[in-house]
Structures are given as structure tokens and as C-alpha cells.
């Protein structure tokens, strides 16, 4: 059974800095693509960032480009995801996910995490 961990999350003033990793276990994490989503309260969840299996393509949405790097070590069974120039509105419960083929991921049946808290203060 793949069980998926996320830690980093926490309160940060605006402008500062999180990493947020996902450590997974029970799946072979390499040939899986990993994804980061997000839901802040009253919204729909929304996808934040995915990265294939390799780590040789990433998808960003559009809010978090240049601020946001996602990143995985196939060797550690962990992914990140950098959170720099944090804004109040990034302010929600971030989920880690782990796809079922190299390429897609975020899907109602793929394997998500418990979900960490980011805050960010104005």
C-alpha cells in the first residue's frame, strides 16, 4: 500500500520561504510522476506543480511560476517542492500525490498524502 508523508508546512510573513517534502513508501516511486496540490478554505483543490517520473519535466500553475521549484530524489523516494517569494494568497493545505504512470498525475484514484498547513501573514 503506497502511504505518502508530507512535512515543511508552517506559518511564514509574506515574502519568506518554505520546502515542503513527501516522502513515499510502498510504491516504486521512480517510474511514478509526483504532483503538489492545493486547497485553501471555500475553494476548490488546484493543482500547484507536477514533475514526471525522471524529473525531466515540470508543469507549474500559472500563480506560483517563478517562485515555486519542484524537485523529486528517485533515490530517497522524496519530493519537494521550494516555496520562495510565499503571498497570503498561497495560504492553504498543500497535498503531495503520486501518479500511476510516468507522465500523469492528480487524478481522484492516484495516491495522496494527509495534506500539510501553509500559512503565509501579511
Known amino acids: 500500500q503506497v502511504h505518502l508523508v508530507e512535512s515543511g508546512g508552517g506559518v511564514v510573513q509574506a515574502g519568506g520561504s518554505l520546502r515542503l517534502s513527501c516522502v513515499a513508501s510502498?510504491?516504486?516511486?521512480?517510474?511514478?510522476?509526483m504532483g503538489w496540490y492545493r486547497q485553501a478554505p471555500g475553494k476548490k483543490r488546484e493543482r500547484v506543480a507536477t514533475i514526471t517520473s525522471s524529473g525531466g519535466s515540470t508543469i507549474y500553475n500559472d500563480a506560483v511560476k517563478g517562485r515555486f521549484t519542484i524537485s523529486r530524489e528517485n533515490g530517497k523516494n522524496v519530493a519537494y517542492l521550494q516555496m520562495n517569494s510565499l503571498k497570503p494568497e498561497d495560504t492553504a493545505v498543500y497535498y503531495c500525490?503520486?501518479?500511476?504512470?510516468?507522465?500523469?498525475?492528480?487524478?481522484?484514484?492516484?495516491?495522496w498524502g494527509q495534506g500539510t498547513q501553509v500559512t503565509v501573514s501579511s
Open positions: 500525490v503520486e501518479g500511476k504512470n510516468r507522465v500523469v498525475v492528480g487524478l481522484e484514484d492516484d495516491n
Open positions: 510502498g510504491s516504486v516511486f521512480s517510474v511514478n510522476a
